[in-house]
């Protein structure tokens, strides 16, 4: 009995790190742990232990892990909620310098780099000047849409 407690609990640990790996929103983790607390159980059992010791144990255990892997469930949701923040799509938002401007087209440094900018539909003023601060709209290709910092609310 106590070495089959021993595989399962090992089988149990090796799918919690296979969910901790390739998430599967929690359906791997809550076997591997059930998997674990019955095998503990199992051990326990094995070695002789009463079972009003060791099904409380084993349900302790299972407990703890089920709200374990609730808790990076609840984690996983969250992050995939996010917008990305690489990439040029973290651009969007962001504070840019202008560096150049001709009518509706210049150029102006985001994130350390030069690039080709536009107005948005949001500017309304004056066309940019050199040193300008503005906020990076949109993103078009290589193509950077830019407005007013004070358009909305910055």
């Known amino acids: 009995m106590v070495v089959l407690g021993l595989v399962v609990v090992l089988v149990g640990l090796a799918v919690v790190v296979i969910e901790a790996h390739a998430s599967t929103g929690g359906v ?4 591997g742990v059930l998997a674990f607390a019955a095998g503990i159980g199992l ?13 409380p ?10 709200l374990g892997v609730m808790l990076m ?3 996983v949701v969250q992050a995939r909620k996010q917008a990305p923040r690489v990439g040029p799509t ?9 560096s150049t401007w001709n009518q509706q087209e210049g150029q102006v440094t985001a994130d350390g780099a030069l690039w080709r900018a536009v107005l948005s539909g949001d500017w ?9 601060t503005v906020a990076v709209d949109a993103l078009d290709g290589l193509t ?8 909305r609310g910055e």
């Open 43 to 55: 051990i326990m059992s094995g070695s002789g232990a009463p079972p009003v010791v060791t099904i």
């Open 57 to 66: 144990v084993a349900v302790l255990l299972a407990v703890a892990g089920l």
């Open 73 to 75: 469930a609840r984690k």
């Open 124 to 132: 309304h003023d004056s066309r940019p000047v050199p040193g300008e």
């Open 90 to 98: 973290a651009l969007i938002g962001t504070v840019a310098t202008v």
């Open 144 to 151: 950077m849409s830019v407005r007013p910092l004070y358009a």
């Open 28 to 31: 791997l983790g809550v076997a």
